[in-house]
């Protein structure tokens, strides 16, 4: 099978008062290029998180979300800074001596002072919230591998429907350039005896003109690769895998075999079949684009 680099995946995962959301969206790019936006104090395991999504994805641009809630009622908890309560104790008698003034420090106004009580959440152990994030972002990624899938499909079809079209129209040019060569020689021929009446034709510099005429319009190297490169595509598109690097390249070699095709041409007929192939490779290899 082959996947589309365009998808998309969405998970909840509501476990120990927690849910985590995972959504996941790609595009078309050369590499693998992962973006997570993600809460702060899930930033520790984006090394995790990108080595998880590489189990799943090997190119495309890669957008991910994930967004995360604590229900835990008891998540919440009161710190008691001693030292810095001893501190302030401490610099209280200190302006009480140097001022004389009455020690009038309760606990209810020293415990108002900053930083003295502070109000901190629990949090739950790494493991845990990694057992849980990890559940929420193979859930997204697996939805997100079918879509790329089911569009990877589609594409399979749609390039094996232009590759056979491709074929009709090497068929057509392959079919067509030996014919070129007669009928070169039949105006030739006419030329001559329209010039020089009825006078014999040198068969031998006939022959030789001919010979130059077929050496320069010639194809059928380039149509013997040009089959070998759609029938390679055809076949690369059935066995599946990564293969879009791969396809690229060949679609680039199909237009260079085009290219040479419609510059030997010298016939309006293949010049319009090779334009009308260039087209067509083209296309290709705009779908080619969006296959990981």
């Known amino acids: 099978m082959i996947k589309s680099m365009t998808g998309f995946g969405r998970c909840e995962v509501a476990?120990?008062?927690?849910?985590?959301?995972?959504?996941?969206?790609?595009?078309?790019?050369?590499?693998?290029?992962?973006?997570?936006?993600?809460?702060?104090?899930?930033n520790f395991f984006e090394a995790a998180i990108r080595a998880e999504l590489?189990?799943?994805?090997s190119r495309g641009k890669v957008d991910l979300f994930i967004s995360y809630e604590d229900y835990t009622e008891n998540n919440v908890g009161i710190h008691y800074n001693r030292e810095l309560a001893a501190e302030y104790m401490k610099y209280l008698r200190q302006m009480q001596e140097d001022f004389g003034l009455e020690d009038d420090v309760r606990v209810s106004v020293l415990s108002r002072y900053p930083e003295v009580l502070t109000m901190e959440e629990a949090d739950a152990s790494q493991e845990e919230l990694w057992k849980e994030l990890q559940k929420a972002i193979r859930g997204a990624a697996e939805g997100f591998v079918q879509t790329r899938i089911a569009e990877g499909e589609h594409l399979r079809d749609d390039l094996i429907d232009k590759l056979d079209g491709m074929l009709k129209l090497v068929d057509f040019i392959a079919e067509r350039s030996p014919r070129i060569v007669q009928e070169y020689r039949q105006k030739l021929e006419d030329k001559v005896k329209d010039l020089l009446g009825d006078v014999q034709v040198d068969e031998n510099r006939l022959l030789t003109e001919v010979t130059i005429f077929a050496d320069k319009v010639c194809v059928d190297e380039e149509l013997v690769r040009l089959r070998s490169h759609i029938e390679t595509t055809k076949t690369t598109l059935l066995e599946g895998g990564s293969i879009g690097r791969k396809l690229d390249f060949i679609a680039q070699e199909m237009n260079r075999e085009a290219n040479t095709t419609l510059s030997k041409s010298n016939d309006l007929e293949i010049s319009n079949c090779a334009i009308e192939l260039k087209t067509e490779i083209e296309k290709v290899r705009e779908q080619i684009q969006n296959i990981e």
Do not use: G, Q
């Open 15 to 42: 476990e120990s008062n927690r849910k985590f959301t995972v959504e996941m969206k790609s595009v078309n790019h050369r590499y693998l290029d992962i973006s997570i936006k993600m809460p702060k104090k899930l």
């Open 54 to 57: 590489k189990n799943y994805i």
